[in-house]
């Protein structure tokens, strides 16, 4: 009987520490992606930078020639203004398209430097994972106006290479975590359009205050 006892009370407890393992990690992926995520749109709401006045030729160039080059700069300027208003209008609600599951990341290929070498050794002891395969969207906290719904094929147009059914793809890998949850890696990438995206992979340490913070950020890929 005590046996019995004993056997029950180990598996209760196997089960409760798996369970809260569990819930520790999606609570830690969802801030993680939320932090990410508004980082990431953000950065899409800088302005464009505009360029600095063209310098004063020296030498002997007619009038014309210097008007042709002042014209073509204002044209410049005005076109950058253009689409920093039209940004500016169309960031106040995107519709963000987000992959509804999450990369693996077992054929990563990453030069670790010095300053990345606590985390290689975390991606060293990396093991995949099935924990969490699909994104919840409704879990992904920000403080911004998008819309974000699930991305599937039938939302592009075969004929066309721009997004028309929403402004931005985004897509999250698996992230690893050390075993006080207080260091991670994940990778994510852009899109804008067929031919216009990048990915990106992110150190992230968690702070005393028990906040995520984006320590480091290496450029993977751009197209």
């Not at 919840?136 to 147009?157: A, E, F, P, Q």
Request: glycine share 2%; proline share 3%; net charge positive.
């Amino acid at each position: 009987m005590r046996y019995k006892i004993y056997m029950i009370t180990v598996l209760f407890l196997l089960i409760f520490f798996s369970c809260k393992k569990k819930e520790n990690e999606i609570k830690n992926t969802y801030q993680i992606i939320s932090l990410i995520y508004t980082d990431i749109l953000n950065s899409l709401d800088t302005p464009v930078p505009l360029p600095g006045p063209p310098p004063k030729l020296e030498g002997n160039f007619s009038q014309n020639y210097l008007d042709s080059i002042d014209l073509a700069y204002l044209k410049l300027t005005k076109k950058l203004i253009s689409k920093s208003v039209k940004k500016g209008f169309k960031n106040i609600r995107k519709k963000i398209a987000i992959c509804p599951k999450l990369n693996n990341l077992n054929n990563l290929n990453f030069q670790f430097n010095e300053k990345h070498q606590k985390f290689k050794i975390l991606f060293d002891n990396y093991k995949s994972t099935k924990e969490i395969e699909n994104i919840d969207i409704s879990k992904i906290y920000t403080n911004r106006n998008d819309s974000i719904i699930y991305y599937r094929d039938s939302l592009l147009n075969k004929e066309s290479r721009e997004f028309y059914k929403f402004d931005a793809l985004i897509s999250f890998s698996r992230i690893i975590f050390n075993k006080n949850y207080n260091n991670a890696i994940i990778i994510c990438s852009l899109s804008l359009s067929k031919l216009a995206s990048a990915s990106s992979i992110y150190f992230l340490e968690k702070t005393k205050n028990d906040r995520w913070i984006i320590k480091y950020v290496k450029e993977l890929t751009i197209s």
